[in-house]
């Protein structure tokens, strides 16, 4: 594993890991996307009728735990979006996010409504202008009902983008980073005493340490561990453990039936471990393209599996013995995920990106600064205007006509600009 010179460390461009693709990271997300689809499918009542640890008496200790799922994706979230902003302008950013999370999301969300409107007996939208709203994906922020019960964690990811954009309209470099993990770290212990909604709002204390744990990990991954990344490392798993107790109060499956508690604890040291071998370089030989092929369907399984899921378990329930009820579903949903994947991601995505590339070189381009334009088109008429003014020095024109040919003081802030424009 080949680690960045000295000189790379504040740079955001200089430096770019020749190291091959991590396929460990597209097999941990698949692990955690199905964590979830087993806890929605066996840890709750959802399209079952009966109780679920009756249906599952084995499996349901287990599934039950699945929720951590969502944990492990914002570890991962926060090492890959560290790891694929280093060196790309905050209009980069936005493309590749919007065109990578919105086109499944829209798909999803009217599939999804359509289903539950058709068959709502495992849940039900209060109306179009619900599902209209959920198109934004800033429903939470609005106050308006998810139309799937796993949306609430992209508002999550959104916020977490938007706080990482500023790392990004800055520079990503090792220092810019570690700042920005120091900083929602402090946020995010003071939060939950500082009795300040907007404050608890964007350190996300629950949530905080994973995505500053994932961005460390990937620090360790491009440059090399220092006892300042494990620190920050460490210190992001006791956060994680100290608001284990509310998320596991927060997803029982049954409120009557308390569940041990140290499971959950392990899942997380397993993920945080995880995360450290994949940053040490341990699995840097492993190239099973397959599993880039699973890492790609995970967001879209995500998407589509909760309530389309459970409408079919109800359905189906009674036909065939539950387990192989859930293996069916589960295979059916990798099909739509597939689907999904192949005929909306890959070419309305493909498509959005072209579009907000676009947009975004037109911006550059009208907003770069322009000659000064007199009343008589481009620059003034010095035979009728004078443009430093009646009683001007011979230093005072000399200044007013770099001026008029676009050698103002906005001109040599241009100049000064990085390579790239950062939007």
Partial sequence: MRHADRGDVDGATHHKRSAPRLYVLDGLRLVAALMVVLFHYVALYGGWENNPRAVFPS?????????????????????????????????????????RIYPAYWVAV???????????????????????????????????????????TLFIELKFYALFAVVVATGVTYRTCVMFCGIWTAAA????????????????????????AGIAFYLMHRFRPTALLWGLVLFSLLLAHHHLGERITDNLADPEQPIAHWPAHLIVVLAFGAMALI??????????RWLATAGALTYPLYLVHMYIGLTMIHWLRGLLPAPY???????????????LHRCVERPLGTWLRGAMRRGIDDMRRYSAPRPA???????ADP????????????????????????AGPESLVAAERPVHERV
């Fill in 325 to 339: 009820i859930v293996l069916t579903v589960v295979l059916v949903m990798l099909l739509a995920a597939y689907a």
């Fill in 110 to 152: 009217l599939l999804t409504a359509a289903v539950v409107t058709v068959w709502p007996q495992v849940r039900s939208v209060a109306g179009w202008g619900e599902v209209v709203t959920n198109l934004t994906m800033l429903q939470e922020g609005l106050g308006v009902s998810d139309v799937d019960g796993v949306y609430w």
């Fill in 279 to 288: 940053a040490l370089g341990a699995f840097d030989r492993v190239r099973w």
């Fill in 59 to 99: 499996l349901h200790a287990y599934a039950r735990y699945g929720w951590l799922g969502v944990e492990v994706f914002f570890l991962i979230s926060g090492f890959v979006i560290c790891m694929s902003t280093w060196g790309r302008s905050l209009g980069d950013f936005v493309v590749s996010r919007v065109s």
């Fill in 189 to 212: 212990v003071i939060a939950p005493t500082a009795d300040n909604t907007l404050l608890d709002m964007w350190a996300m204390p629950l949530y905080s340490p994973y995505f500053v």
């Fill in 383 to 406: 035979d009728r205007v004078d443009a430093a003014g009646p009683g001007a020095t011979t230093a005072d024109r000399t200044v007013a006509a770099g001026a008029s040919a676009g």
């Fill in 373 to 379: 334009t007199g009343r008589w088109g481009r620059g």
